[in-house]
């Protein structure tokens, strides 16, 4: 007998309750988790529709009024200048996992929360890839059709410096404040500019930072003082007008120098490389050889260099100097610094979790993804400061 007033459950039903428990899942993890992409404060008002690429004008200021009025003469209206072009095309981004109902009866945790878990760290470290490869690469260019590497008008290399310079210092940091204000680029948050670096860069500029005087670093809990407001999660400090962010998914810039070489030579199993000018390696450094010789090619760890040679051990029988072509790459690090407008992003829908049904005979498999739809590009060059840089550690 049928109860009264009552409603039968449907499966489409209660998988709509597993997809919004997954979601208030993914989204509490997610609020805790630091993302590049919270600093994007250019995006579109409406994205119905788009299309494949998104195009926005980018309206130039007008020039300086440089003359005064004359009180018996009108003014002359002048003409708005033409706008430049800045285009993000828009991508699908998603992953699944399987669930079984074995597994979700015998493990020794709950697996949803861990599914969960798993998925919401996917997400956010999938889509800061995307976001931080645009933060450090070429952005498309003002045409909408081209590449500018704006880091050579506002950025700085200090891979092919000794090894005793190209570390992040603190003049460094003062440097890049100096050029985004000169450059007229408004603070990301309040008064401070945004930097996002590696724990190992971070590292190397709080050492430096650890003395009295103007390289003081300031603590976190100093934020108690007035105007400085609240922390980003991850943030580790303010310093010469930024707030840091320490994250690892900021990357080591994979191939980031590399240098030509001119000459080989291997004498008691010591493979040595002439570089056609300074490389700035040190000892310690992993290097990746590509000069078309099997004796020498190969990923390796660098034992002894000069300014210009480098050495490494190789088993192999000697070889007589000659001349090489090809090139010595190692891995170094990128630090971002931006303020207001340096990142657009378009997004037609969130991330949000996908229940798949369950279509085997035995009703014993479900599919737990997510998907995203949505795309960044640099939107002005001006405001994004990108310091090339090595480690000591």
Not at 90 to 110: C, F, K, M, P
């Amino acid at each position: 007998m049928p109860i009264q007033g009552g409603v039968l459950t449907q499966r489409s039903t209660v998988s709509n309750l597993v997809t919004t428990a997954y979601d208030k899942l993914v989204e509490f993890n997610l609020r805790s988790e630091p993302m590049f992409r919270k600093f994007a404060s250019k995006r579109p008002s409406d994205v119905t529709n788009p299309g494949n690429t998104v195009v926005f004008q980018l309206h130039n200021d007008l020039d300086r009024v440089t003359t005064n009025l004359n009180e018996a003469l009108d003014v002359d209206a002048v003409a708005i200048k033409n706008t430049a072009k800045v285009q993000v095309v828009v991508d699908e981004w998603g992953n699944v996992v399987q669930r079984t109902e074995r597994a979700a009866l015998e493990t020794i945790s709950q697996i949803d929360p861990a599914i969960a878990d798993m998925l919401s760290y996917n997400i956010m470290d999938s889509l800061d890839y995307q976001v931080y490869k645009i933060l450090t690469s070429k952005a498309t260019g003002r045409s909408g059709t081209g590449t500018a590497d704006e880091t050579v008008v506002n950025g700085e290399d200090k891979t092919a410096a000794t090894a005793a310079s190209d570390l992040l210092r603190a003049a460094d940091v003062r440097k890049a404040v100096a050029k985004l204000r000169g450059a007229k680029v408004q603070p990301q948050d309040g008064p401070f500019y945004v930097g996002m670096l590696h724990p190992d860069v971070s590292f190397d500029l709080r050492t430096e930072a650890v003395g009295s005087g103007s390289n003081v670093w300031q603590q976190p809990h100093t934020y108690t003082e007035a105007g400085v407001g609240s922390m980003w999660t991850g943030e580790i400090g303010v310093y010469e007008g930024v707030k840091f962010i320490e994250s690892p998914r900021v990357e080591e810039y994979l191939g980031g120098t590399s240098r030509a070489v001119n000459n080989k030579a291997l004498t008691s199993n010591v493979a040595t490389l002439t570089t056609s000018a300074n490389h700035g390696f040190k000892v310690g450094d992993v290097v990746t050889v590509a000069i078309s010789d099997a004796v020498f090619d190969g990923t390796f760890t660098i034992t002894a260099v000069t300014s210009n040679t480098f050495s490494y051990a190789k088993t192999n029988a000697n070889v007589t100097s000659a001349a090489a072509t090809g090139t010595a790459i190692i891995d170094t690090h990128k630090v971002v610094l931006l303020g207001k407008q340096a990142l657009l992003e378009v997004v037609t829908y969130e991330p949000k979790t996908v229940i798949g049904p369950r279509i085997d005979a035995l009703d014993r498999f479900r599919t737990v993804g997510w998907k995203f739809l949505g795309g960044w590009n640099i939107y002005r060059p001006e405001a994004r400061y990108v310091i090339d840089v090595r480690s000591s550690i």
